[in-house]
Structures are given as structure tokens and as C-alpha cells.
């Protein structure tokens, strides 16, 4: 009878086998590949100042505190939107529903408040209806033994639906004044002049490196995107682990719409559109890996304010709309194509 219990994988040979392995001495093609390796890794890092530099030289007074705060709100919408993103794509999954979720929350906040809903009570209807979305996008997944591009898409059908039918063509809303100043150029925090979004971006981004680093959960998303089979043998929680990020996906995407609504003041079911690939975008070229397993939102962060340099720059220059998703196009290429010769782990070892 053979032993069934499963074995922990690990970065590389056992103990016994390294040390009767003689150590190979490095060889320059070796030290080049190490050397390309972690050029690679520092990509993101080194494009942000670069396109940063670049927008200072090509776009007059790019350099005032406006200017500044604009990228950032723009970055901030999008990195809020690609944090739940950024979970699902580790856990091996990836979350289509975010656009329409997004123009859901938008239609929700301005209608209600409009009819005179208190906000506490409509915030807490936003989360616990992003909460069900994201349950249902994780279980339906599960359940149906698909992978959770098919089931989310239908999800984003079936919400973007509901938002249609709850708008029914309304173009007049209310939203109170503090949430368009919270997305507001001029905007203010307390005493501090600027916008709360930004604000809210740094906290999550700060909450969201720290669970994927530091908890259980976090460990076991990346376990279950780098193997299921495997992480299933090893009692990692992965039912758990899927309505967790597909409900944080959610509950992120519902925040961003609650901002947008903020931005127009006007309900917009379709606000959300935008990051249908956006979202995919600012994940991919911060280096996380669509198949799962790899990366971390500290990369998503950094692709984020890429996406938003560009498309500034692009815009500050005089590009067209067009000429601007060819660029992220041809970005998105180069640096996944530049990932994808990373140093396996074995070769690191």
C-alpha cells in the first residue's frame, strides 16, 4: 500500500540531492540571464519616473500641484478597480463583472440619494449586494466546474441588465457635495489638500500587500493559482479562497462606482466601461502573471500609475483616443513578452 500523504512542493531539490550536486560555476550566459532577469523585475519601477520625466518635457506645466493631483485621482480609480482584479488573477481566476458592478454602484448611489436614502444605509446595500455578487461569481465557478471567465461574464450580462432596467434612460441624480469634492482636483481632506480618494487608495493598497504577504489567506490565493490540483491535496481552502477575492473584487469595483458617481454626479450605468481591460491591463503590466500564482498588487500599484502616465501623455501630446489603446496595446505586448524570459525557479537555484 503506498503512502498517500501529499508532499509539500518546494523551490527546489531536497537537501540530500543539492549536496551531492557539485556547485557549477557561473558562466556568463548565466550571469547575462540573471542580469536580464532582474532588469525585467525592475521594469515597472523604472518606466514610472521615465514616463513621469517624459510628460515634464513634452507637456507645458505638467509640473503644478493640479496636474500632479489629476494623475493620481485617475491612478487611484484605476488601482482601486485592479485591487480585487489583482486577487482573482493570483488566485488563477479573473473577474469580468468589475465594469458592471462599477455602473451598478454608480445608478444605485445617485438614485437613492436622490429619493432621499440616508448614505449609511445605501453604502451598506452597495457592499452587501457586491458581497453577493462576488459569492455567486465564486460558487457558480465551483460549482459548474468552469473557469470564472465564463461565469463572471455572464454575471457582468446579467448586472449590467439590472443597472440598465434601474436607470431606465434617468440622466439627473444627486450625490452629496463631499463625494465630488472627494474626487475633485481642488478637492480637500480635513485640513489637507487633497482629494480623499487618493487617500483611500493608499490605505488599501497598504491592506492589500499586506494580506496577500502576510495572512494564510494570502498564501493559500497564490498556492491555489499556482497549482489547484495540488493546493486541494495540500488543504488549501480554495472555495474559501475564490468567494473571498471575487466578493473583494466586487466590493472594490462597487467603490469605484460610488467615487465615479461622485465625479459625474449623474447616473451612468455605463461609467464602468472603461475598465472592462483596464483593469487587466494595469495587472498585466505591472508583472502579475495571468496564469495565476505570481505577482502581488505592489506591481498592479505601479501599473496603474503606468496606464494613467501614458494615457496623460498621450493625451497631453495630442493623441487621439485610438492612438491610445494602440500604445497600451503595443506595451502590454513588449512587457509580457520581457516577463515571460524571467528566470524559472529552478534555474534560480
Known amino acids: 500500500m503506498t503512502d498517500s500523504t501529499p508532499v509539500a512542493a518546494t523551490d527546489g531539490p531536497p537537501e540530500s540531492t543539492r549536496a551531492a550536486r557539485p556547485t557549477a560555476a557561473a558562466t556568463p550566459s548565466s550571469l547575462a540571464a540573471v542580469v536580464a532577469a532582474n532588469f525585467t523585475n525592475a521594469l515597472p519601477y523604472i518606466l514610472v519616473p521615465v514616463l513621469y520625466i517624459l510628460s515634464l518635457v513634452f507637456i507645458p506645466g505638467y509640473f503644478s500641484k493640479a496636474s500632479v493631483i489629476s494623475l493620481l485621482i485617475l491612478a487611484s480609480l484605476l488601482g482601486l478597480s485592479s485591487l480585487g482584479q489583482t486577487m482573482t488573477i493570483v488566485a488563477g481566476g479573473i473577474d469580468l463583472s468589475i465594469p458592471a458592478v462599477i455602473g451598478l454602484s454608480d445608478i444605485i448611489v445617485t438614485q437613492l440619494y436622490n429619493d432621499g436614502w440616508a448614505l449609511p444605509v445605501i453604502f451598506l446595500a452597495i457592499a452587501a449586494l457586491a458581497i453577493l455578487i462576488g459569492t455567486i461569481n465564486a460558487v457558480a465557478s465551483v460549482l459548474l466546474r468552469v473557469h470564472s471567465l465564463i461565469t463572471t461574464f455572464g454575471m457582468s450580462?446579467?448586472?449590467?441588465?439590472?443597472?440598465?432596467?434601474?436607470?431606465?434612460?434617468?440622466?439627473?441624480?444627486?450625490?452629496?457635495?463631499?463625494?465630488?469634492?472627494?474626487?475633485?482636483?481642488?478637492?480637500?481632506?480635513?485640513?489637507?489638500?487633497?482629494?480623499?480618494?487618493?487617500?483611500?487608495?493608499?490605505?488599501?493598497?497598504?491592506?492589500?500587500?499586506?494580506?496577500?504577504?502576510?495572512?494564510?489567506?494570502?498564501?493559500?490565493?497564490?498556492?491555489?493559482?499556482?497549482?489547484?490540483?495540488?493546493?486541494?491535496?495540500?488543504?488549501?481552502?480554495?472555495?474559501?479562497?475564490?468567494?473571498?477575492?471575487?466578493?473583494?473584487?466586487?466590493?472594490?469595483?462597487?467603490?469605484?462606482?460610488?467615487?465615479?458617481?461622485?465625479?459625474?454626479?449623474?447616473?451612468?450605468?455605463?461609467?464602468?466601461?472603461?475598465?472592462?481591460?483596464?483593469?487587466?491591463?494595469?495587472?498585466v503590466i505591472g508583472g502579475t502573471s495571468l496564469l495565476g500564482g505570481r505577482g502581488g498588487y505592489l506591481r498592479t500599484v505601479l501599473g496603474a500609475l503606468i496606464v494613467a502616465e501614458l494615457t496623460t501623455l498621450l493625451v497631453g501630446v495630442g493623441f487621439n483616443a485610438s492612438f491610445q489603446e494602440l500604445a497600451l496595446g503595443i506595451l502590454v505586448i513588449l512587457l509580457t513578452s520581457s516577463y515571460g524570459r524571467e528566470l524559472k525557479v529552478a534555474a534560480k537555484i
Open 157 to 283: 450580462l446579467i448586472v449590467s441588465g439590472v443597472a440598465l432596467e434601474w436607470s431606465n434612460g434617468a440622466v439627473t441624480g444627486l450625490v452629496p457635495g463631499w463625494l465630488t469634492s472627494s474626487v475633485s482636483v481642488i478637492g480637500k481632506t480635513g485640513p489637507i489638500p487633497v482629494p480623499a480618494i487618493i487617500f483611500v487608495w493608499a490605505a488599501g493598497s497598504v491592506l492589500a500587500v499586506w494580506f496577500m504577504n502576510r495572512t494564510r489567506l494570502g498564501r493559500e490565493t497564490y498556492a491555489l493559482g499556482a497549482n489547484a490540483v495540488a493546493a486541494r491535496l495540500a488543504t488549501v481552502r480554495s472555495t474559501w479562497v475564490q468567494v473571498v477575492v471575487f466578493s473583494v473584487s466586487a466590493l472594490c469595483a462597487a467603490m469605484v462606482g460610488i467615487f465615479l458617481a461622485g465625479y459625474s454626479g449623474i447616473p451612468d450605468p455605463t461609467v464602468g466601461e472603461p475598465y472592462f481591460f483596464q483593469t487587466i491591463t494595469a495587472v
